[in-house]
């Protein structure tokens, strides 16, 4: 039961990694645009947008993987 729940957790940790560092990645000359046009919340928009992908990407992948475990 202990090994099933450390996979789970491995899971959603690299869900939330790759997740995280894709739209970071992706953004970079908009990162740069959006303060020169006024918009202050730019630190906090990565942030918020990688915890919501973690979170839909763990929650769809226990409703997936639970019921064939």
Known sequence: ?????????LTALVAVGSTA???????????CLLPAVGL?????MPTVESSRYGV????LRLLIGVPYA
């Not at 090994?3 to 789970?8: E, N, P, T």
């Open 1 to 9: 039961m202990v090994l099933i729940v450390a996979l789970i957790g």
């Open 56 to 59: 839909i990407g763990a929650g």
């Open 40 to 44: 202050t919340w730019l630190r906090t």
């Open 21 to 31: 560092a894709s739209p970071v990645v992706e953004r970079t000359r908009e990162s």
